[in-house]
């Protein structure tokens, strides 16, 4: 079986709430789209921080791009090949996540904030290398807030994490389709056109060969 825990913080200058989800899949292989596209690998490519992310984290941020660049193109060719192998998650969910990205004109990829990846990847070692509990608090007790601040972002960001034994690829449907969380707010962040830097950070998590994904988003700064 697949198991992944979702979780979301975000802070904007107005409000600020967090999110938990556990899921448990089948155990079957991720289908993915047989061709890459080569302008959004070039442009991530082309980021001073590309080459200090993992190879995860650099396969998690091109699926980032690739949703936000075409959202249609994104349902069309990833998420529906999700939903046919794992059917379970077929619902009101993935229906409304249709008519969002169907309906969402095309965003501009996220860049690469140095500062992001630094507090992301942290987070991503801390939280794993001290057995530390899934969310945004550090094992010393540093919030999400206390955290991008310390780095020097000022204004609004916001935080998915997620964790399991899955692909990149299915992280990213799995937060999209934010199933048995009525707010949305993975989708919200991931689709939010406040947003145009991220951080990306991973690391392993516990003994069973799950990941600890870290994703940090920030305005322009």
Same mark, same amino acid.
């Given at each position: 079986?697949?198991?992944?825990?979702?979780? #979301?913080?975000?802070?904007?200058?107005? +409000?600020?709430?967090?999110?938990?989800?556990?899921?448990?899949?089948?155990?079957?292989? =991720?289908?993915?789209?047989?061709?890459?596209?080569?302008?959004?690998?070039?442009?991530?490519?082309?980021?001073?921080? +590309?080459?200090?992310?993992? %190879?995860?984290?650099?396969?998690?941020?091109?699926?980032?791009?690739?949703?936000?660049?075409?959202?249609?193109? +994104?349902?069309?060719?990833?998420?529906?090949?999700? #939903?046919?192998?794992?059917?379970?998650?077929?619902?009101?969910?993935?229906?409304?996540?249709?008519?969002?990205?169907?309906n969402q004109t095309p965003l501009p990829p996220l860049t690469l904030n140095a500062k992001l990846v630094q507090?992301?990847? !942290?987070?991503?070692?801390? =939280? /794993? %290398?001290?057995?530390? !509990?899934i969310g945004h608090v550090s094992t010393d007790g540093r919030t999400f807030s206390d955290r991008i601040k310390?780095?020097?972002?000022?204004? /609004?960001?916001?935080?998915?994490?997620?964790?399991?034994?899955?692909?990149?690829?299915?992280?990213?449907?799995?937060?999209?389709?934010?199933?048995? =969380?009525?707010? #949305?707010?993975?989708?919200?962040?991931?689709? !939010?056109t406040s947003y145009l830097e991220t951080g990306i950070g991973v690391a392993p998590y516990g003994k069973d060969?799950?990941? +600890?994904?870290?994703?940090?988003?920030? /305005?322009?700064?």
């Amino acid at each position: 079986m697949k198991h992944l825990i979702t979780c #979301l913080l975000a802070i904007t200058p107005i +409000f600020a709430f967090t999110q938990l989800k556990n899921i448990v899949l089948e155990d079957k292989p =991720i289908p993915k789209p047989a061709v890459i596209d080569q302008q959004i690998k070039d442009f991530n490519t082309a980021q001073n921080q +590309f080459t200090s992310l993992t %190879t995860t984290a650099q396969n998690f941020f091109y699926w980032v791009n690739y949703s936000r660049i075409n959202p249609k193109r +994104f349902w069309d060719s990833v998420v529906t090949q999700i #939903l046919e192998t794992f059917p379970s998650l077929k619902s009101t969910y993935s229906e409304s996540l249709k008519n969002d990205l169907y309906n969402q004109t095309p965003l501009p990829p996220l860049t690469l904030n140095a500062k992001l990846v630094q507090t992301a990847q !942290n987070h991503a070692l801390d =939280i /794993c %290398t001290n057995n530390g !509990n899934i969310g945004h608090v550090s094992t010393d007790g540093r919030t999400f807030s206390d955290r991008i601040k310390a780095v020097g972002i000022k204004y /609004c960001g916001g935080e998915n994490v997620s964790v399991g034994d899955v692909d990149p690829i299915l992280s990213i449907v799995l937060l999209y389709i934010d199933y048995g =969380i009525p707010t #949305l707010g993975h989708r919200k962040a991931l689709l !939010n056109t406040s947003y145009l830097e991220t951080g990306i950070g991973v690391a392993p998590y516990g003994k069973d060969g799950s990941i +600890f994904i870290v994703q940090d988003f920030s /305005c322009k700064q």
